[in-house]
Every structure is written in C-alpha cells, then in structure tokens.
C-alpha cells in the first residue's frame, strides 16, 4: 500500500553519531507517530535543522525520485556522512541496484524541505518511497506539511521505481534470479 507522510521538525529520531540500529533508535518516535496517525498519515517523515532536511520516514530510508534543474532524472536519499541516517541493507541494496542500472544519476545528499516543495511546485518529483528490512520497498503518495498536504504524483503512474525495486530485490531474496548477493542452499 502507498503512505502518507507527516512532517516532524521537533522532537528527534537520531542524533548526529548514530552508526547502529536498535530499538533505542524507535522507541522516541512513537509518541509523534500517534500524531501522525490522528492526522491521517501512515509515517512520520523527520526534518532535521534549521533549514528541514529530509531525513527518515518513520524507520524507513527516504528516496526522493525527481528531476534536477538540469533535467537529468535523480534519485536522491540523505548520506550516511551526516551521522542522523543509520546505515541499512535494503538503503544500500537500493543504491547498488540503481547504480547499476545506470539508468539515471543516483545522489546521496541532504535534500531540503524547500527544495522538495519548489520541485513539487515545478512537476519535477516522479515518485517517493521509504524502504527498509520490513517492508523493503513503500510508495509513499503524500506529504502534510505545515498543514498542507503535498500531492506526489509516485502512484498517479503506478510506482514504476517502486516496483521495480520491489521485485527484484524479493526476487533476488527468495533466488528467483541468481545473484551475486544471495546464495542458493540445496539439503
């Protein structure tokens, strides 16, 4: 199923530092996940600074699928450098895959709240997805910020990132197609 988003820039859900993933990382985030829920959203989608960089939606890596000002299409997520993102198999399955592809630049760097809301604006963002161990990859389809809610056109085209990401990396996790990631065991 596609998510809506919630905006949060107070409270936290990682401080700079963070290079493990616990329980202790979550347990914050709950009370601001029941806001969330009250207002309609699946996920709580973490602005961190001054200027709201996109971080986290929920305990989810945040993907961004966009067009940049050159026109070149871009997939962008916040670097591990920052210290607030922790490091996951599935963020780092997704950047290997696209990468190799070499279907369209792949990015890691902080994306603003503002720049997202200009690219809205602009018809420039094609789809947005969280992903991570438990539900590998979700579309999400909407963004309340400031009251508002930002439309994100991920399933007025079906999630064609989002799927395709979906289905092969389960493909790859259950050895439908061999891979140099996974390894069959025969008994």
């Known amino acids: 199923p596609d998510l809506s988003d919630h905006t949060r820039s107070s409270g936290i859900n990682a401080e700079y530092g ?3 993933k616990a329980g202790g990382n979550y347990a914050p985030t709950l009370h601001v996940q029941k806001i969330a829920s009250a207002r309609g959203c699946q ?3 973490w602005l961190y600074g001054d200027d709201l960089q ?3 939606a929920g305990t989810m890596n945040f993907f961004v699928f966009m067009v940049d000002e050159n026109g070149e299409k871009e997939l962008v ?3 591990l450098e920052s210290g607030l993102i922790l490091p996951g198999v599935t ?3 997704v950047l290997d895959l696209t990468r190799k592809w070499g279907e369209f630049k792949v990015t890691e760097r902080m994306l603003t709240m503002p720049e997202f809301i200009e690219s809205a604006n602009n018809n420039r963002i094609l789809e947005v997805f969280g992903c991570g161990t438990a539900c590998m990859v979700a579309p999400i389809d909407s963004i309340l910020f400031e009251g508002n809610d930002i439309n994100v056109p991920t399933m007025d085209c079906g999630a064609p990132l989002s799927k395709r990401l979906f289905h092969e ?4 996790q259950t050895g439908v197609v061999d891979h140099e990631w996974s390894v ?3 008994s």
């Open 18 to 20: 963070g290079a493990y």
């Open 43 to 45: 996920q709580v989608l």
């Open 54 to 56: 996109m971080t986290e």
């Open 77 to 79: 997520t916040a670097p």
């Open 91 to 93: 963020r780092q399955s």
């Open 169 to 172: 990396l389960t493909a790859i």
């Open 184 to 186: 069959s065991i025969h």
